[in-house]
Every structure is written in C-alpha cells, then in structure tokens.
C-alpha cells in the first residue's frame, strides 16, 4: 500500500522545525527521522499525518560529542554510525553492544538513534539501555528546551514525554565505569525481540558497589529491575545471589502474554536473560579491574 497524500517540508534548523510543528499542529504534522518506523504505519494507513517534517538536512542533529564525563548523541545521528563510532565504544559501550542488536544493517543504516526512543516500541532495545545508563532526553519545543530523564520518558506503548510541538534534539548518555552488558531473546536475529536486558555492574574488590539493571518485552514499558539490582549491591556475587536476584525480580514480573510467547514462556525468557545479563556484566567488570 501507499500514503495517503501529504505535505512536506525539510528544515535545516531545529527552529525552523519546531516552528512547522507548531504552525501545521491541525494537520497532524510529525516529525520524520531514519522513517523505519513512520513510513510503514503510513503505507499500511496506521498513521495519516497531514505534514512530515523531514530533519535529515538539520546538521546540528547529527553529531556525536562528549561533554566532560558525559557522551551526547545527537537524535538524527544514524544506528550504525553510533554503532561503530569510537565516542560510544569509550563513553557507553552498553550502547554499542544494544545496536548491534537492532534489526539488520541495512536498517540500522537509515534508523536514527532518536526515532527509536520517540517511537518507544516496549520491545525495542535503546529505551532499555537509556534506562539503565540513566540516560536524559531533550527535547525542544516553543516554550525552549528542557530535559527529560529516561526513567519519565516512556509513559506507555509508542508513547513518550514529548508533548505537542516538541522535537526530540539529543540524548545524553553519562559514563558508568563497571562491566557492561546487553543481551536479548529473540526467535531469529534481527526479528523483534521477545526479552532484552540491560545491566551496569560496578564492583570493588569483588563486593558490588552499584547495579542499573533494566528490561524490555516485559511490560508496556521498559522497566528496571530493582529487586535485582538490591539484591546485588553489596554482595560478593556467586551463584545462590544471583539466582537470588533473578527470583526477586521475576516475581515481580507480570508480562501479558501475545501471538509470540504466553505469559508463562516470557517470564521464563526473562529469567534466563537477567541471569545472563548479569553473569555477563560481573564478568566484564572483573575484566576492567
């Protein structure tokens, strides 16, 4: 199928953009990122803005930097660019590691780092790793920019804290020493996954300092596990406290079952994957000591 018709226009600053929101609010303007995910809502007629806002020529969304203890990414800036891109791998490797997960190249080519957190699909694996890096988001709007912080971002399924007339201009990411870790459960790579984790471990002599463990696919929103990540800090980490940790969390758990898993089986995947989100990042901060 195709769209419906539309008008467009391609802005080359975040003000100009901000300004054709707001002067085609009526028309359900929206804005058009890497439109991995827009496009196909609008040639099924899932979505039927009046007004796309094409920010591929606004520059200043594109750029990767690092301020102080604390990486930047600009919104435009493309999947795989951050994937590959040195900034990451030093300023939040969780980052780099969670991108390799995203679809397939070729999606990850023209997919942008911020039209996967405005989209914020519960299965998708950046909101997790937003969460878990405690991450915050700004946006900018008529009114001037403010910032959100992951933890109030994601309000329900594909939906956010960006209200009407706001553009999502950056994240920033703030560094976390410890090991690092994503892993997921999905069918087949690349196909949306049915659990994803996200873990941050720092340790001190083998003892547990900090945990920032978060999950995706288990509710309508990317959660974090505090069960876990209290169950954790402080411990000298073996097998009866990590088992520990995953038990306290899954019985917190209550993921509604759909076409892909039962309630039952997704709770049983997201048992495994904490256990080997957590293992893993251990592991990877033993290594960074």
């Not at 467009?8 to 002067?23: C, N, Q, R």
């Not at 997960?101 to 790793?129: K, Q």
Request: aromatic share 4%.
């Amino acid at each position: 199928m195709k769209p419906p018709p539309f008008h467009y226009a391609a802005p080359t600053s975040v003000a100009e953009a901000v300004a054709l929101l707001g002067e085609h609010a009526d028309e359900d303007a929206r804005a058009l990122a890497g439109g991995q995910s827009l496009v196909p809502l609008m040639n099924f007629r899932l979505a039927q803005p009046g007004y796309l806002i094409d920010l591929r020529r606004i520059e200043e969304l594109t750029r990767i930097r690092t301020e102080g203890e604390t990486l930047v990414i600009g919104a435009m800036v493309r999947q795989s660019h951050a994937e590959h891109s040195p900034e990451v791998a030093l300023g939040a490797p969780l980052l780099a590691e969670a991108l390799g997960y995203v679809a397939h190249p070729p999606i990850r080519n023209s997919g942008t780092v911020g039209g996967s957190f405005a989209h914020a699909d519960p299965a998708a694996e950046l909101p997790a790793v937003a969460l878990a890096l405690d991450a915050a988001l700004v946006v900018v709007g008529p009114q001037g920019a403010r910032t959100i912080p992951a933890a109030d971002f994601f309000v329900g399924p594909f939906t956010t804290a960006i209200e009407a007339g706001e553009l999502l201009t950056e994240i920033r990411f703030p560094h976390r020493d410890g090991g690092q870790a994503f892993v997921e459960f999905a069918r087949t790579h690349g196909n949306f996954a049915l659990v994803g984790v996200a873990s941050v471990i720092e340790t001190d002599g083998g003892t547990v300092t900090r945990a920032s463990i978060a999950m995706s696919g288990v509710a309508p929103v990317p959660v974090r596990a505090p069960a876990a990540e209290r169950a954790l800090t402080g411990t000298v980490p073996d097998d009866a406290s990590i088992r520990a940790a995953v038990d306290a969390t899954v019985a917190e758990l209550a993921p509604s079952g759909d076409a892909h898993a039962s309630t039952e089986t997704r709770t049983d995947i997201a048992r495994n994957q904490l256990r080997r989100g957590i293992e893993l990042a251990l592991t990877r901060a033993q290594d960074r000591r």
